[in-house]
Nanobody, 126 residues
Framework: QVQLAESGGGLVQAGASLRLSCAVT????????MGWFRQAPGMERQFVAA????????EYTDSVKGRFTISRDNAENTMFLQMNSLKPEDTAVYYC???????????????????WGQGTQVTVSS
């Protein structure tokens, strides 16, 4: 059974940094794409970034480009999201997600990912 476990959230001031981790067990990721989504209260779940495991190709939503970096550790089956220059509008629950069999176009809609972590809260104060 596939399990995704996020960690690394917290409460920080604007301008600070956080690093989220998502550890995956129960499945090899060679043919997969993994993504980060976030959901603020009263809002729909929003795509943040994704990485294609086979070649490390990445995609970002415009609002985080230049501030966030997605990466992976093949040996540890773990994905990361380095978040720098955080803003209050980045406040949300952050979820990692797995698109199990995708070595093609990176998907940016949540309903195209099959497995999800439990989420980790990121709060940025002004």
């Amino acid at each position: 059974q596939v399990q995704l476990a996020e960690s690394g959230g917290g409460l920080v001031q604007a301008g600070a940094s956080l690093r989220l981790s998502c550890a995956v067990t129960g499945r090899t990721l060679s043919w997969s794409t993994m993504g980060w989504f976030r959901q603020a209260p009263g809002m729909e779940r929003q795509f943040v970034a994704a990485i294609r495991w086979i070649d490390g190709h990445t995609e970002y939503t415009d609002s985080v480009k230049g501030r966030f970096t997605i990466s992976r550790d093949n040996a540890e089956n773990t994905m990361f999201l380095q978040m720098n220059s955080l803003k209050p509008e980045d406040t949300a629950v952050y979820y990692c997600a797995l698109d199990r069999l995708n070595i093609g176009i990176v998907k940016t809609t949540s309903n195209e990912y099959q497995d999800w972590g439990q989420g980790t809260q990121v709060t940025v104060s002004s």
